[in-house]
């Protein structure tokens, strides 16, 4: 498989599914049913058959609730966990599957920030030494002074006083943690970051903080972003482009000006009326009835239909490809495919 | 007479360094079925408000000072059998986590009877009767099932519609939600803060509501306060917190929000994080961060003053509001 | 390069002593308002300091024959009757003053004692990283290799081995090397306790995204263990390297005491115990008694301390 890396995208998901098996031992996976012993083992479907592009300079967002399986995603992306199946391309080489020291020089490109700024820096290390550590690893011949250079360039450029080097992690606040996390990423210089949920754990002010360097570095390096969030208005602000997942498969891909102005899924719709608005006084959403189906237990037709005002028999037996409508966005429903949505005034 | 009266409330943290402050001596009044958002990032002392307003504080934190007036009563003073009673029965509290409120090894229904027995004379099957009732009443689909499941059986929006009508079992006056959707997803946050909106205003209870989110707060009060490093900065109708924001902090908080700035701009961050309980600094808190510092600010704490709707506690508002009658005058 | 401020949160930095953040840790702050702490600290180190200065402190040299004359043997301490002034805590069986040969059987204890724990924390902890961090088939073979030994005693094993090696060399070979053979038997018994705690803690750490974060930076799985991981499970493994040192110490005692340990001539706190004990219906109760109550106050103290240590270092009592 090859393509032109200029106009060719940066990285290509196809058909992408993860499941974590639940019985992992042999004698947990026998079951005994019906006077027989049979050996089932039965699986959390956590990401379903998920394809999608990400080009150079992008920030891909995606959002969904709880369960949805954006962490998987971004996990598998990371090079975390291996698929259970599908591709994952980057930069014109298959990139899953890869192992020990293969892995290396794609560690370089590929970093990663994570959620809990409390969690994700070693509480033993000072801030110095998790800085310096990637720089040495991956720089075996670098002089100490070279290193050090950069790892306080590193530090300046994320608004981080060098001075701090000798601080441990528990001395610092939630957004100068974040700070450090996203600075450790920079150490290697790399293309591509996926971002984890990085502002869910902290407050408001330091999320406009976090976020505006984010904005800033990604000028500065030429990032491209996959950005995990279930925080619209962050999308809103921050994406290029948005996917929507809704119990490990995909709802709706789009730009995201198109998808704030347009959305088509009735679940990106309700997504979208739900999210708590400083100007109204009154909550209008869209309520969602019916529960959400289990991941062990997937229904056969679409997932969201056990909640969907629009669901009927075909929406209940058939699952919905992914389909690009005009204004290029890709949604994965019956109603919208047979304008079903349209006729009825459901909002 | 309101319903809740606090009064220079004092809260402290014992400590290796001495006690320190974590209230700082504040004052609020909360009519009957007023809704009340108190709103303000980790360390600014709202659930800590929450806590003591139920005299649920745990060593290490005490109350030092002021007093709590609840429906004429003075909670800080009750013996532990009167908060027992006042507790569930005239206030209850909504926490963040359902399953933290919930016990997993009694069912839904067994929880509520206990809750129900303890406080009033009823038989068992009266109980179970109310319970199905409030059940209902928070639009729990198939009420008779649900009263003989597990927690871990249900979902989170189930479980905090349960958590929301175990609140209101014995008709309380004042319900205390303590960031009660934090844990759950937007669809379902959206549903729940509608149904919390609505079990207010239908049976006239009065609600604290402590968050984070400004959007929350917008939805669901009549009035706001904003909270800092242990104090209140500023208090006031909800409307005209969120459109006329007078505090620099409030602004700021408000500002910072994604929807405020177009895409692909520089939010408006406030720089700086807030002090830690062991490092506040002198004058007002929030100066090391604010844009408008003077040295006034740096040596003392700003009082809350009321400037029209809203009551603000910031020396550089006060000038403002002192000058304003001059300018208009030349 | 960015235009964003600095944080200001936090108040400009000092690099205070090593000595003064020990002094001013949690650690050290509990360790000053628990008297219990202080007093078994004060005791331990007075007891240890005695011990490894034997040579210096005591009066006698136990090991020089040309010092111990076997006409001296079996008098009491001086506060009782029929003393010598030159022997303070009386003489054994031998001729040996007893507080020179206390202080060099406790030197000789302690020494076990380390050793053993030593090399019980290299095999647990070697094998509770890999078992907790590699997992799967890994982690079941070991953890039911840690099973199958615990459910032998400690003493059973060590006493078959014990008994097999001692008929096997001879009695004068083991004697030479009765040191190394304790030890060893001591610390292979008892691995699977460190084993055990060290992989419950991986699993736990393993879990945390600063794993994770090492992982996407492309370490290598030994750098993972070792750099990150394993400085982040020490606080369970000093508490139980302090209930270990305890028992490696009873444990050295009893073999010794049955005959299996140190050989008379080497006395260790076990074999002055257990050489003692033939003479205690004879009257001569000091040379049981009062080895015996060294043996008790060390393991005491050690364990108070390990009690502390366990409350201090109680993650869910500083880190929530």
């Given at each position: 498989?090859s393509w032109?890396?200029?106009?060719?995208?940066?990285?290509?998901?196809r058909?992408?599914?993860?499941?974590?098996?639940?019985?992992?031992?042999l004698?947990?996976?026998l079951?005994?049913?019906?006077?027989k012993?049979?050996?089932?083992?039965?699986?959390v479907?956590a990401?379903?058959n998920?394809?999608?592009?990400?080009?150079?300079?992008d920030?891909?967002?995606?959002?969904?609730?709880?369960?949805c399986?954006?962490?998987?995603?971004a996990r598998?992306v990371?090079g975390?966990?291996?698929?259970?199946?599908?591709e994952?391309?980057y930069?014109?080489?298959?990139?899953d599957?890869?192992?020990?020291?293969?892995l290396?020089?794609?560690?370089?490109?590929i970093q990663?920030?994570?959620?809990?700024?409390?969690?994700?820096?070693?509480p033993?290390?000072?801030?110095?030494?998790t800085?310096a550590?990637?720089?040495?690893y991956?720089n075996?011949?670098k002089?100490k002074g070279?290193?050090?250079?950069?790892a306080i360039a590193?530090?300046?450029s994320?608004?981080?006083?060098?001075?701090?080097?000798a601080r441990?992690?528990?001395e610092?606040?939630g957004g100068?943690?974040?700070?450090?996390?996203i600075?450790r990423?920079?150490?290697?210089?790399?293309e591509f970051?996926?971002?984890?949920?990085p502002?869910?754990a902290?407050?408001?002010?330091?999320?406009?903080?976090?976020?505006?360097?984010?904005?800033e570095m990604?000028e500065?390096?030429?990032l491209t972003y996959?950005?995990?969030?279930?925080?619209?208005?962050?999308v809103e602000?921050f994406?290029?482009?948005?996917?929507?997942l809704?119990?490990?498969?995909?709802c709706?891909v789009a730009?995201?000006r198109t998808?704030?102005s347009?959305?088509?899924?009735?679940y990106?719709?309700?997504?979208l009326?739900?999210?708590?608005?400083?100007?109204?006084d009154r909550?209008?959403?869209?309520?969602l009835?019916?529960?959400i189906?289990?991941?062990?237990n997937l229904?056969?037709?679409?997932?969201?239909?056990s909640?969907?005002?629009?669901?009927?028999?075909?929406c209940?037996?058939?699952?919905p490809?992914p389909?690009?409508k005009?204004?290029?966005?890709?949604?994965a429903?019956?109603?919208v495919?047979?304008k079903?949505?349209d006729a009825?005034d459901?909002? | 007479m309101s319903l809740?009266?606090?009064?220079d409330?004092?809260?402290?943290f014992?400590?290796?360094?001495?006690?320190?402050?974590?209230l700082n001596?504040?004052?609020?009044?909360?009519?009957r079925?007023e809704?009340l958002?108190?709103?303000g990032e980790?360390g600014a002392?709202?659930?800590?408000?929450?806590?003591?307003?139920?005299?649920?504080l745990?060593?290490?934190?005490?109350i030092?000072g002021g007093?709590?007036?609840?429906?004429?009563?003075?909670v800080?003073?009750?013996?532990?059998k009167?908060?027992?009673?006042?507790?569930?029965?005239?206030?209850a509290m909504?926490f963040?986590?359902?399953?933290v409120?919930?016990?997993?090894?009694?069912?839904?229904?067994?929880?509520m009877?206990e809750?129900?027995?303890?406080?009033?004379?009823?038989?068992?099957?009266?109980?179970r009767?109310?319970?199905?009732?409030?059940l209902?009443e928070v639009?729990?689909?198939?009420?008779?099932?649900?009263?003989d499941?597990?927690?871990?059986e249900?979902?989170?929006?189930?479980?905090q519609?349960i958590?929301?009508?175990?609140?209101?079992l014995?008709?309380?006056k004042l319900?205390?939600?303590?960031e009660?959707?934090t844990?759950?997803?937007?669809?379902?946050?959206?549903?729940?803060?509608e149904l919390?909106?609505?079990?207010?205003q239908s049976?006239q209870?009065?609600?604290?509501?402590?968050?984070?989110?400004?959007g929350?707060?917008?939805?669901?009060t009549?009035r706001?306060?904003?909270m800092?490093?242990?104090?209140?900065?500023?208090t006031g109708?909800t409307?005209?917190i969120i459109?006329?924001?007078?505090?620099p902090?409030t602004?700021?908080l408000i500002?910072?929000?994604p929807q405020?700035?177009?895409?692909?701009?520089r939010?408006?961050q406030i720089?700086?994080?807030?002090?830690?309980l062991?490092?506040?600094?002198t004058?007002?808190p929030?100066?090391t961060?604010c844009?408008h510092v003077t040295?006034?600010?740096?040596r003392t704490a700003?009082?809350?003053s009321q400037f029209?709707?809203?009551?603000?506690?910031?020396?550089?508002?006060h000038r403002?509001q002192?000058d304003?009658p001059?300018?208009?005058?030349? | 390069?960015?235009n964003s401020t600095?944080?200001?949160?936090?108040?400009?930095l000092a690099?205070?002593s090593?000595l003064?953040l020990?002094?001013?840790?949690n650690?050290g702050?509990?360790?000053?308002?628990?008297p219990?702490a202080?007093?078994s600290?004060?005791v331990?180190?007075?007891?240890?300091l005695?011990?490894f200065?034997?040579p210096?402190?005591?009066?006698y040299?136990p090991?020089?024959p040309?010092?111990?004359?076997?006409l001296?043997?079996?008098?009491p301490?001086?506060w009782i009757?029929?003393?010598?002034p030159?022997f303070?805590?009386?003489?054994d069986d031998?001729?040996?003053?007893?507080?020179s040969?206390i202080l060099?059987?406790?030197?000789l204890?302690?020494i076990?004692?380390l050793?053993?724990v030593?090399?019980?924390?290299?095999?647990?902890i070697s094998i509770?990283?890999?078992?907790?961090?590699v997992g799967g088939?890994?982690?079941?073979?070991l953890?039911?290799?840690?099973d199958?030994?615990?459910?032998?005693?400690?003493l059973?094993?060590?006493?078959i081995?014990l008994?097999?090696?001692?008929?096997?060399?001879?009695?004068?070979?083991?004697?030479?090397?009765?040191v190394?053979?304790?030890?060893?038997?001591?610390?292979?018994?008892e691995?699977?306790q460190?084993a055990?705690?060290?992989r419950?803690?991986v699993l736990?750490e393993k879990?945390?995204e600063?794993?994770d974060?090492?992982?996407?930076?492309?370490?290598?799985p030994?750098?993972?263990?070792?750099?990150?991981i394993l400085?982040?499970?020490?606080?369970?493994i000093f508490?139980i390297?302090?209930?270990?040192?305890?028992?490696?110490?009873?444990?050295?005692?009893s073999l010794?005491f049955?005959?299996?340990g140190?050989?008379p001539?080497?006395p260790?706190?076990?074999s002055l115990?257990?050489?003692?004990?033939?003479?205690?219906?004879?009257?001569?109760?000091w040379i049981?008694?009062i080895p015996g109550l060294v043996?008790v106050v060390?393991?005491?103290?050690?364990?108070?301390?390990?009690?502390w240590?366990?409350?201090?270092?109680?993650?869910?009592?500083?880190?929530g």
């Open positions: 498989m032109d890396l200029e106009t060719g995208p940066l990285l290509r998901v058909g992408l599914e993860k499941r974590f098996d639940l019985d992992e031992g004698l947990e996976s079951k005994f049913s019906g006077g012993i049979t050996r089932q083992t039965r699986a479907h990401v379903n998920i394809t999608f592009d990400v080009n150079k300079g920030a891909v967002c995606v959002v969904g609730e709880s369960g399986g954006k962490s998987t995603v598998m990371a975390l966990i291996s698929p259970s199946n599908g994952i391309h930069g014109g080489a298959r990139i599957g890869l192992r020990g020291k293969d290396l020089p794609l560690r370089k490109k990663m920030i994570f959620q809990n700024p409390y969690a994700s820096l070693n033993r290390m000072t801030i110095g030494q800085l550590e990637p720089l040495r991956h075996p011949g002089s070279e290193l050090q250079d950069k590193v530090m300046k994320v608004g981080i006083d060098p001075a701090w080097s441990y992690a528990h610092l606040s100068q943690r974040q700070r450090i996390a600075a990423a920079l150490t290697v210089d790399p970051i996926v971002a984890d949920e502002i869910s902290l407050d408001v002010s330091i999320q406009a903080q976090v976020l505006n360097l984010m904005l990604q500065a390096h030429g996959l950005f995990i969030t279930h925080d619209l208005s962050v602000h994406g290029t482009k948005v996917i929507v809704y119990l490990g498969s995909i709706e730009d995201t998808l704030f347009n959305p088509k899924h009735p990106t719709k309700a997504l009326s739900a999210v708590p608005q400083l100007k109204d909550p209008n959403h869209i309520r009835k019916g529960e189906p289990t991941p062990i229904p056969a037709g679409c997932p969201f239909a909640r969907c005002p629009l669901a009927d028999n075909r209940a037996a058939e699952k490809m389909l690009q005009d204004d290029g966005s890709i949604v429903c019956h109603a495919e047979e079903r949505i009825l459901w909002v | 809740l009266s606090v009064r409330l004092t809260v402290k014992a400590s290796r360094d001495g006690a320190m402050a974590a001596g504040i004052s609020f009044d909360l009519a079925g809704r958002g108190i709103v980790s002392g709202k659930s800590i408000t929450g806590f003591a307003l139920m005299n649920l745990s060593k290490p934190g005490f030092d007093e709590i007036l609840f429906e004429g009563e003075d800080t003073q009750m013996s532990p009167q908060v027992r009673d006042m507790r569930g029965n005239r206030m909504i963040q986590d359902p399953m409120t919930l016990n997993p090894v009694l069912t839904i229904g067994q929880q009877v809750t129900l027995r303890a406080h009033r004379n009823l038989s068992f099957e009266e109980a009767q109310i319970a199905l009732v409030k209902k639009y729990i689909p198939s009420p008779d099932e649900r009263l499941q597990y927690p871990h249900l979902s989170g929006g189930m479980r519609r958590i929301i009508a175990m609140a209101l014995l008709d309380p319900i205390i939600a303590d009660p959707t844990a759950l997803d937007v669809t379902i946050q959206a549903d729940i803060m919390l909106l609505e079990m207010c049976n209870v009065g609600l604290i509501l402590i968050t984070h989110d400004l929350v707060v917008s939805q669901v009549e706001t306060m904003v800092y490093a242990g104090r209140i900065i500023e109708a409307r005209s459109n006329d924001p007078q505090h902090y602004q700021g500002n910072a929000l405020q700035t177009p895409p692909g701009q939010l408006k720089p700086g994080a807030m002090p830690t062991s490092a506040m600094p004058g007002c929030f100066h961060r844009a040295d006034e600010c740096k700003p009082e809350v029209g709707d809203t009551a603000v506690a910031c020396h550089e508002v403002l002192r304003l001059k300018e208009v005058a030349q | 390069m960015s600095f944080d200001t949160g936090t108040p400009p690099t205070p090593r003064s020990m002094w001013n840790s650690i702050y509990s360790f000053r308002r628990n219990v202080i007093i600290m004060v331990f180190w007075l007891i240890t005695a011990a200065f034997a210096v402190l005591a009066p040299n090991y020089d040309s010092q111990i004359d076997i001296n043997s079996e008098y301490p001086v009757d029929g003393s010598l030159e303070s805590l009386g003489t031998q001729g040996r003053d007893l507080l040969t060099y059987g406790t030197r204890s302690i076990i004692g050793c053993a030593a090399l019980q924390a290299f095999l647990g509770g990283l890999i078992s907790g961090y088939r890994t982690d079941s073979l953890m039911r290799l840690a199958i030994q615990l459910s032998f005693s400690t059973m094993v060590a006493i081995f008994a097999i090696t001692q008929a096997l060399f001879g009695s004068e070979v083991f004697s030479r090397y009765a190394l053979f304790l030890v060893g038997v001591i610390g292979v018994a691995w699977p460190y055990r705690t060290v419950a803690t736990a879990k945390k600063y794993v974060a090492a992982r996407v930076m492309g370490f290598g030994m750098r993972i263990m070792v750099r990150h400085p982040n499970s020490l606080s369970p508490v390297s302090t209930v270990q040192v305890a028992n490696a110490i009873i444990s050295e005692a010794s049955l005959g299996l140190m050989p001539n080497q260790s706190l076990g115990i257990s050489s003692g004990f033939d003479y205690i219906f004879s009257g001569s109760w049981t008694a043996l060390l393991v005491l103290v050690i364990n108070l301390l390990g009690d240590m366990r409350d201090v270092l109680n993650p869910k009592l500083y880190k």
